[in-house]
């Protein structure tokens, strides 16, 4: 039986997307252009996000504060490399109240310069070192083509931004911020990213180098879904970051941002999520257990208010759903919101002194008796299901996953079941934009990996210089 | 022993406030003109406030989505009551990437509209109601004198939305919300706020009635805090809100919205703070304890890290101060930031089996045994300190309240000794537009009070309609 609002994945998987957004409600499109609006459904998954990283941020030391929404244009322009990349797609305000604005001011991109700006002010000696926040916020980028949670006008993210002493301490930090991400998506999002450098070309404009956490979906299509840069001292330089360092010397700064968004949501449904709807990790899922009765019987009622009781004092987020509609209408509304765990009681079975356990991710059903250890069983269950997601996903990612350097294979595969593509490459501008001609295939990241004297780029034939994992990207 | 930072409160309570808010670091201007950096220990309470009341919110039905930032012209335009107040005070996006706007669109300056539009696209059946939602998000007005928290460009808030089948419905739920708010400033932020309707001239742009929440400032000068508005049918007539209710009938929904923002924070400032900094209450202080050794002795050391241990296992957050400051410079840290209770151990002190605790509030110093249940005496102390920052509150507002319907009092208290006056109205905007002369005296909100027939309105001595608190606007 599969839920017939939500088109076949296999046969058309841009509108099974759409039709799985639509279905689980998790957003709907708004009157305001390219712009959504999260439904409750969608913000749980975003407010259970937050508060995983918000926690694992401040474990490692970093406090949350809150830089302006707008951006004088001056502000904006002092890091050259920055304005170039951000102002094709900057919205920007020139009315305030009753008139028009001497400086236009953008309606902030990303927060850089907000927070080089400030750090600017405060940071004078080795002493006022480091600074370690992050702010949540909303941002905006003027797209041309939009589709929820992957790509909208505006849209929810954090961004942590740094600054340090040193070289090393700043490094230190874009890294361990990186490897933050990776354990996130591997632990909670059951997803098996791949991390590693960006190109030249593809890193953060104003940058010195980017990490990027990179995740594969369903359809073999390739999702930049984190990123973490090392800036060295170029805004600092920009914007005066100057502090007296432990030789009394004035010295720039080192600084670092990182950030993840909204569009993690649109990464956990193309990996994970079916024909039937939203799947989610138990881990990430706002509601854990959903506890289903089957007709009145007081009883019936009874056991499932206790079983709720009992799940919920152990940290395990459980309802039971008594409102008037039949329960195969239940079954499949909590089936299509992807809640991980569903129980069923009902009288006759309760008479045989039985209950049912339906998974989300297999829709198996299990029996168990009713006096079982419902907490012990629906604990096991989750972690079985967070594992199962997890290897499907890497399972899948594997699959799709193919190691060649040669050229006519890469379009071969690209136009035909496309997946990550190792290949060598030669470092050359070049060669990445003529990959680019095969379905948009771009450098998702550089492996650390040692190259032999005979490889080549899979481009040019030219000696290798680095080996590179190629996508296409969405 | 006075902070020397920190502006005498009675010889100049502008100063005063923006002193506090500098040497507590919670906010700091930024080089966006009439916006604020909101800084670690600003931000830190925002967050404290935010998981109370998300958490009362939820308990009462609540669920959070987040809408567009910005607001189309043409959608903000539909409700006109609502565009004729905050037209002159929007700011306006014209250009988005590289290309001017055909339709500019507003920063929102709250989201009725887009909240409405989404209700009309979602409502279609008395099934599909109440939907009570709430978001956490920025705002921006475009102020012309701004001051950190009270009055600022963007602020944070929440804005509660709901839609309703009964007219009886979303009037409970306004006066509901209305009674949340003033739990919280009851119970968290130990402020004795007033609630009530307020007048036709000071309601809400488009609201059928507004309930507010008025909080008097140590300097008698009267605050807006949060307000609850009853909208009736006037958004779902604008924007076609229309449901097939329980008699087959289609019908226009019943809305609600209510909301409190930043600007908390610069009440708490106001009410609590003294002339050595910030003081908080400890059921809102983000950091509760803080543990000062005294010297460099292992032993004191460790006494610090394992009070710090258990009082963090019993959900009190405390943390031991090792920074490399001297104890007195630390002190007067933790103090001028506001944290409720310092535990001070030193060597000889402990030789002696004592500790000292110090309270932020009435600034004593109390020894304890150093072998007493550190979680039960710094339970106590902060319920203590909890109540007795109420009950001062209370006691100072009791102190400037004032009941008299003769307007030369009105004046002579209003240019002596401000706070909140009782008299009695006569329902007449013109007089209200006559009390304003008073250096600004506004309605506050009117008192559920029986009249006497021979009750006559503090301005014109007509006959009375109500019975007015009368308050300076902040």
């Known amino acids: 039986m599969k839920n017939k609002a939500i088109t076949s994945r296999n046969e058309d998987f841009a509108q099974w997307y759409t039709d799985v957004v639509k279905a689980a409600k998790l957003a709907e499109y708004s009157n305001t252009k390219g712009c959504m609006v999260l439904e409750p459904n969608g913000y749980a998954i975003w407010e259970k996000i937050q508060s995983v990283l918000d926690k694992m941020f401040k474990q490692t030391g970093h406090q949350n504060v809150y830089m302006p929404l707008l951006i004088p244009e001056n502000l904006l322009k002092k890091e050259g490399e920055l304005i170039e990349g951000f102002a094709p797609e900057c919205a920007w305000v020139t009315i305030g109240g009753s008139g028009h604005l001497e400086e236009k001011m953008a309606v902030r991109p990303t927060s850089e310069t907000l927070f080089s700006d400030y750090y600017a002010l405060k940071v004078k000696s080795y002493r006022d070192l480091p600074k370690l926040y992050n702010q949540w916020c909303n941002v905006m980028r003027w797209e041309k083509e939009t589709r929820p949670f992957l790509r909208t006008r505006e849209f929810l993210w954090q961004e942590g931004h740094t600054v340090h002493e040193t070289q090393k301490e700043a490094e230190e930090e874009t890294l361990q911020m990186l490897k933050v991400y990776e354990k996130f998506f591997k632990e909670y999002l059951a997803i098996p990213a791949i991390t590693g450098k960006k190109t030249e070309k593809e890193k953060f404009a104003g940058a010195e180098y980017t990490y990027t956490v990179e995740s594969l979906m369903y359809n073999g299509v390739a999702l930049q879904s984190g990123t973490s840069h090392y800036f060295g001292q170029k805004f600092s330089k920009a914007y005066d970051i100057k502090f007296l360092n432990r030789n009394n010397e004035w010295e720039y700064a080192y600084q670092t941002s990182w950030g993840v968004t909204t569009r993690m949501i649109g990464a956990l449904i193309m990996v994970h999520s079916d024909e039937n709807g939203l799947v ?75 209950i049912t356990i339906a998974r989300r991710d297999t829709r198996e059903k299990i029996n168990l008796s009713k006096d079982c250890d419902i907490v012990e069983n629906v604990r096991k269950l989750m972690i079985d299901i967070q594992d199962n997601l997890y290897n499907n996903a890497l399972k899948r990612r594997e699959e799709l996953t193919y190691k060649t350097d040669d050229l006519e294979e890469v379009k071969q595969i690209m136009n035909t079941k496309p997946g990550f593509i190792h290949a060598h490459w030669c470092g050359d501008e070049e060669c990445e934009l003529k990959m680019k001609e095969i379905r948009g295939t771009k450098s998702r990241c550089i492996l650390e990996e040692e190259l032999k004297e005979t490889d080549k780029c899979v481009v040019c034939g030219r000696k290798a210089k680095h080996m590179v994992v190629w996508g296409i990207q969405y």
């Open 280 to 354: 989610l990790p138990p881990k990430i899922a706002p509601r854990q257990v959903a506890i289903v009765p089957i007709g009145t019987d007081e009883q019936v009622i009874n056991l499932c208010k206790d079983y709720s009781k009992k799940l919920n004092e152990n940290d395990i987020t459980a309802f039971v759903d008594l409102s008037e509609k039949s329960p195969g209408f239940k079954f499949a509304e909590h089936e299509v919101n992807g809640i991980p765990v569903r129980i069923e009681i009902g009288k006759r079975d309760l008479d045989n002194g039985q």
